[in-house]
């Protein structure tokens, strides 16, 4: 069964500071995904970065970068230069195509960042 | 270009009635999923729906359903409402259900069962 664990539940970073949110994932596939999403209190999840399984580089996306140890089974999500709106709800997701060809993404269970002025 | 939208943002049901979401995907957008969030919990796979066929569902019991119409919008169905279905409902739209493509979220229906 496909799982991801994000084992910190809050984070503070100060203004202008890079971050470092955790994600490890655990799959028996060759072939999948993996994303990170922002949710807001508002409640939308905004897509941020992408980074697949057979990808040599890590993606970066602006401030963005996924730190990518398919060994170790970890898609870190990295932030430079924390803004105040950068606060927010930070979920991991892996995306595998199930039985019946379904596509559905696993989500962890997400880390609270809060960004301090 | 709009983004996915559902309708309604929110709902207070009772015990035991029905409900039913709306999501419009994105313009171009074939699949749209619908996935389930419980306050302090990651969104959990409920369906996804190709062409108008469902393509997989989750660990969800019959009381649920959905379906998606010719023009790719989607309803999801939840019959006899139980407490714990009180949740954050979103639906996501992509272009095509590969493993790579990201799904775009709408900003939810928030259904409060009381």
């Known amino acids: 069964a496909q799982k991801i664990t994000q084992t910190q539940p809050g984070m503070f970073v100060q203004e202008k500071e890079a971050v470092t949110l955790d994600c490890t994932y655990d799959t028996s596939d060759q072939s999948y995904g993996l994303f990170w999403y922002k949710q807001p209190s508002s409640g939308e999840m905004i897509f941020l970065i992408y980074?697949?399984?057979?990808?040599?580089q890590n993606a970066t996306e602006g401030r963005y970068s996924l730190n990518f140890q398919k060994a170790r089974k970890s898609a870190n999500l990295v932030i430079s230069a924390s803004q105040l709106g950068d606060s927010a709800m930070y979920f991991c997701?892996?995306?595998?195509?199930?039985?019946?060809?379904?596509?559905?993404?696993?989500f962890g269970s997400g880390t609270q960042l809060t960004v301090l002025p | 270009d709009a983004g996915v939208t559902q309708s309604p943002t929110h709902l207070i049901k009772t015990r035991g009635q029905h409900v039913t979401l709306r999501c419009s995907p994105i313009?171009?957008?074939?699949?749209v999923s619908w996935y389930q969030q419980v306050l302090g919990q990651g969104p959990q796979f409920i369906f996804q729906y190709y062409e108008k066929e469902e393509r997989g569902r989750g660990n969800f019991p019959d009381r649920f359903s959905a379906r998606q119409f010719p023009n790719y919008s989607s309803e999801l169905n939840v019959n006899a409402l139980l407490l714990g279905d009180s949740a954050l409902y979103l639906c996501?739209?992509?272009?095509?259900?590969?493993?790579?493509?990201?799904?775009?979220f709408g900003n939810g229906t928030r259904l409060t069962v009381t």
């Open positions: 996501a739209s992509t272009p095509s259900p590969t493993v790579n493509s990201p799904l775009h």
């Open positions: 313009s171009g957008h074939k699949s």
């Open positions: 997701a892996m995306s595998q195509i199930s039985s019946g060809s379904a596509r559905q993404l696993t």
């Open positions: 980074q697949g399984s057979y990808d040599e």
